[in-house]
């Protein structure tokens, strides 16, 4: 009788082996949680430009009124502390608010290598392909990885000072305390005279915040399950999406903007060879987006070794792209 020997299964890639392990640790854990820096596969980018548009994310249109009004401003406060540098941007996304500082930036002759940091390759290429026709002269030099090891690279190849941007409120994914040890490891990464603009998103009307996050359109809720779809084919998992619901909060004590999954049943999931376990009502943690205060904003540049150089806002005072002296 002939044998049929069993083809082993190709061996992970490193990024995936994270993927899994992080996946994992987070199922395994109590609460259970997954991290919204996966969100971002081909589909997850292209979920994401569309909540950028819809009317109930007013998030992207208040720093999208900053750049396009304020950047000579915010390019003057520059210069004044730099006459030369280099632009590098923590998690760029499509450069669509970015541009009108890039061009602003190329105008004033501040300097010409920008680098864009995002955990997207699909957004990298894009950015290395299109902004040089957008903005000519513009010495885009992509950088696809986890941010702090791709800004420790831009400080490898720097030739004066660095302009980091850290825009759309991304910050905000951060818990406060996460936020000071994230934005004390940025510093870490620069030298006393670089600068930081980074953008925070205020507290408001509570019933406003919550419904950017619950849009009408189901977009959010489609973007938090895409995740799952993700492992699905990623990680030889087998979810099954319509078994969970999407479910926004918002504590205006506290700032706190939290999404979750609930689990709309008792089940189980394979996931890479492991068995995870779901409770009916279990919820999974999936991002918080943290809103400030002009106060916590300050509190926060003080603890984590940067002194506020200026604050631009929006005309409705709903958002805020700080820029900050490195120490």
């Avoid at 825009?167 to 994914?173: D, E, L």
């Avoid at 953008?199 to 950017?212: E, I, S, T």
């Avoid at 030889?236 to 999406?241: L, S």
Wanted: with cysteine; net charge neutral.
């Amino acid at each position: 009788m002939r044998t049929v020997t069993a083809t082993p299964a190709p061996p992970l890639s490193r990024a995936r082996q994270a993927f899994l392990r992080d996946v994992l640790e987070g199922l395994q854990a109590h609460p259970k949680r997954l991290h919204s820096k996966y969100f971002y596969d081909a589909a997850g980018d292209a979920l994401f430009q569309q909540i950028m548009h819809c009317p109930e994310y007013y998030l992207t249109r208040c720093e999208m009124e900053i750049l396009e009004r304020q950047s000579p401003a915010i390019v003057s406060a520059i210069r004044a502390v730099a006459p030369q540098a280099d632009l590098v941007e923590l998690g760029a996304g499509d450069a669509s608010k970015s541009v009108h500082l890039l061009r602003e930036w190329m105008r004033a002759g501040m300097g010409e290598r920008y680098f864009p940091i995002d955990i997207s390759s699909n957004i990298i290429r894009h950015l290395q392909e299109t902004l040089p026709e957008r903005i000519p002269g513009l010495d885009v030099q992509g950088l696809n990885g986890e941010y702090m090891d791709m800004l420790a690279k831009s400080g490898q190849a720097a030739g004066c000072a660095r302009v980091v941007m850290f825009m759309g409120s991304s910050i905000g994914n951060f818990t406060p305390e996460e936020a000071v040890g994230f934005l004390g490891e940025v510093r870490r990464q620069l030298r006393p005279g670089d600068m930081l603009l980074i953008g925070f998103d205020l507290q408001k009307n509570p019933r406003q915040v919550l419904d950017a996050y619950n849009d009408r359109q189901g977009l959010t809720r489609d973007f938090n399950l895409n995740l799952l779809t993700r492992i699905n084919r990623e990680l030889d998992a087998d979810f099954e999406r319509d078994q969970f619901l999407h479910y926004p909060t918002y504590d205006p004590s506290s700032g706190a903007c939290k999404s979750f999954l609930i689990s709309l049943r008792d089940q189980a999931v394979h996931i890479g060879g492991a068995l995870i376990r779901f409770r009916k009502d279990e919820p999974v943690f999936m991002e918080i987006s943290q809103k400030y205060t002009p106060e916590g904003i300050r509190e926060l540049a003080a603890r984590t070794g940067f002194s506020p150089i200026r604050n631009f806002t929006d005309e409705k005072g709903w958002f805020v792209d700080a820029l900050w002296l490195a120490k």
